[in-house]
């Protein structure tokens, strides 16, 4: 890898990495700011400012962006997550100064007519519905909601009709002109590009976006637990459980996430092997973590038969709470493989290459080298994975949202409760 980074005098900061046998580019404008900066009033701004921005500029119209990107061959898009914003294109190595104006174009002089607003905003009022629509969509919002209680982290990215009906174009550029700062965002760049090509691009195009950094948001409280289950017509139960985890910095990350994949992390973890493969209770069971810049989540989800709820998440618990001390060398071997061949499958691509290479300079302030993320896979051991997992069990009640029909969804949500409470005597002994 080729990766080359520079800060601008805006604080803006632009990282490449030049993969010379492509003859195309990934690059993109990620920016620190997302759900969780929104205040109660602002509940689904950064989102709708992320589908605004192709809606027109002050020298293109909305058909206009995408003709411009699509009649060289390349596509364009973004995404809006808790803590950032990505607004990103895919061309050929020569278009990439043309990709890079669109993309400051959209961001540094979006014309939000009031006409478009309107219209996307019923745009996004569909897409609302069509998440309520999608019970694994609905549940993870309940579960949101209780892990993150009056929280803007347990709010829905999407906001809701109410909300996006009081935004107008003077909300949404100063929203922009708040939260888009030089110091918190990145360019990133990968494929056939040229480091000082991209940054002499950059700092023309981007010199608007400077100042002091963004306001912080506020600080991320992990609830105290608890259920929540909500009664609907469907054909499955859909069971959702989390924990609180760790932040992007601990030192430990690496040996939850390993902890994560021995028991949800493929067809070959624990709970996959036991109720699928042994009971046939569900299609589909997995773990994740989330860290984030000052908390973590620890989810699981499964989907199983009204009436066998509750022995779903009885083995759940004793899955989960059995790993605990009884992890192999075996497990955590193969949990470090899947890890690495990941990590190292996803640098064949060179979309995955910018996105990572972002993320990193949002979180680490630098990219962090292969060899070094190698390095603190292999450092995990089956005693810190335990460590890591028994704290994970003592560091919070669970909270468990359950989507379904039956008397079973309050049996196997009360079933939850055994998870910390049968490790608690003997969490750090």
Request: one cysteine or more; hydrophobic letters at 40%.
């Amino acid at each position: 890898m080729s990766v080359e980074i520079t800060k601008l005098p805006t604080g803006l900061t632009v990282v490449t990495d030049q993969m010379p046998h492509l003859e195309t580019a990934a690059l993109g404008v990620w920016a620190g700011v997302g759900g969780r900066d929104e205040k109660p009033d602002e509940h689904g701004i950064s989102h709708l400012l992320e589908h605004m921005a192709f809606k027109g500029t002050a020298t293109r119209s909305s058909r206009e962006i995408v003709e411009t990107i699509e009649a060289v061959g390349g596509d364009l898009n973004a995404a809006t997550s808790t803590e950032t914003t990505a607004y990103y294109a895919r061309v050929l190595k020569a278009d990439v100064p043309l990709a890079l104006d669109v993309l400051s174009d959209i961001l540094a002089h979006p014309s939000f007519e009031p006409e478009e607003l309107e219209r996307e905003k019923s745009v996004i009022v569909q897409e609302i519905g069509a998440s309520q629509d999608t019970p694994d969509d609905v549940v993870f919002d309940y579960l949101n909601e209780l892990c993150y209680p009056e929280q803007p982290m347990g709010r829905s990215l999407l906001g809701t009709p109410q909300t996006l009906k009081g935004f107008t174009r003077d909300t949404l550029r100063g929203y922009l002109s708040t939260h888009y700062r030089g110091p918190d965002m990145v360019v990133a760049a990968a494929g056939a590009v040229n480091h000082q090509q991209v940054v002499e691009e950059v700092s023309q195009r981007f010199a608007s976006f400077n100042g002091a950094p963004a306001p912080k948001p506020q600080p991320a409280l992990f609830g105290a637990g608890g259920v929540k289950v909500v009664h609907r017509d469907l054909e499955q139960a859909h069971l959702t459980l989390a924990l609180e985890g760790l932040p992007q910095l601990d030192p430990s990350l690496f040996s939850l996430q390993v902890f994560t994949n021995t028991i949800g992390g493929g067809m070959s973890s624990r709970l996959f092997q036991e109720v699928r493969e042994k009971r046939g209770l569900c299609y589909s069971i997995y773990t994740f973590h989330a860290p984030y810049s000052d908390t973590g989540f620890f989810g699981l989800y499964t989907g199983t038969d009204p009436a066998d709820a509750p022995e779903m998440m009885e083995v759940i618990v004793d899955v989960i709470g059995e790993a605990v001390d009884t992890l192999t060398e075996a497990e955590i071997a193969r949990a470090k493989a899947q890890m690495k061949a990941g990590l190292l499958m996803a640098l064949e691509s060179c979309s995955s290459r910018v996105e990572q290479l972002a993320r990193h300079v949002l979180v680490y302030g630098r990219p962090i080298p292969v060899p070094e993320l190698i390095a603190r896979i292999d450092a995990v051991s089956v005693e810190s994975a335990s460590k890591a997992a028994r704290a994970l069990l003592a560091r919070s009640r669970p909270a468990v949202a359950a989507l379904g029909s039956g008397q079973g969804l309050d049996t196997a949500a009360a079933f939850a409760e055994g998870l910390t409470r049968a490790k608690s005597q003997t969490s750090y002994h």
